[in-house]
């Protein structure tokens, strides 16, 4: 079945670290999303990639890096520059269907600073 | 600025039907989408609108009203499984998704 893997599903990290969380997806979607999901909030953009080789910031790109090398990797690194790492991160793709951007989600990582 | 709102917390019994809501002010709209999302899951895509009207989808049907900026998601013959948070989600004018903080659904036997 097609889909979106992200994995860890918990990563526990300390102060200073640089983390990066994997998402893969075999859905041959040509555009990827990372959100980040704090309780109370919606979702808040981190960075997008609508192509291979290119990503756009969204708007939370601060302490964040991605890169997109294949079609179907959008791996995320959260930097120690990331004041407030502590958060549920979801990565997403999408495509057109009848005329709407419909985004298909992976599970989900959920990372805690100590 | 963008605004979206949808009530933090409903609940409701099994059996019944219940409506949520989610009223939007935003730069432009290209669409307004319904996600479900169950506890430490990935949100899924329940439906899209972009006319005014009614869209039925079985058990779950989406209302849009444009000129109100006001959208409802309709859920009828309610099952255990439907506990779950429902996010509404607006297209903008730059076709960014713009995202409500959700609504926990709480079904009660």
């Known amino acids: 079945d097609g889909g979106i893997t992200q994995s860890p599903k918990y990563l526990f990290r300390k102060e200073g670290q640089n983390v990066t969380l994997s998402c893969e997806q075999n859905?041959?979607?040509?555009?990827m999303y990372w959100y980040r999901q704090d309780p109370g909030q919606g979702l808040r953009l981190i960075y997008y990639s609508q192509i291979v080789n290119d990503f756009q910031k969204g708007d939370i790109a601060e302490g964040y890096s991605v890169s997109r090398e294949k079609k179907e990797s959008f791996p995320l690194t959260v930097t120690s520059a990331q004041k407030n790492p502590t958060a549920f991160y979801l990565c997403?793709?999408?495509?057109?269907?009848?005329?709407?951007?419909?985004?298909?989600f992976g599970a989900g990582s959920r990372l805690t600073v100590l | 600025g963008q605004n979206i709102d949808q009530p933090t917390e409903m609940t409701a019994t099994e059996g019944a039907i219940v409506q949520i809501n989610c009223t939007y002010q935003t730069s432009g709209f290209n669409g307004l989408f319904w996600y479900q999302q169950h506890a430490g899951e990935a949100p899924t895509f329940l439906s899209y609108?972009?006319l005014d009207g009614l869209e039925e989808k079985g058990r779950f049907s989406s209302f849009l009203s444009r000129s109100k900026g006001y959208s409802y998601l309709l859920l009828k013959e309610l099952q255990m499984k439907d506990s779950a948070s429902y996010l509404c989600?607006?297209?903008?004018?730059?076709?960014?998704?713009?995202w409500g903080a959700g609504t926990k659904l709480i079904i009660k036997p």
């Open positions: 997403a793709s999408s495509i057109e269907l009848s005329g709407a951007n419909v985004l298909t």
């Open positions: 989600a607006i297209m903008d004018s730059n076709y960014q998704l713009i």
């Open positions: 859905l041959n979607h040509d555009a």
């Open positions: 609108n972009v």
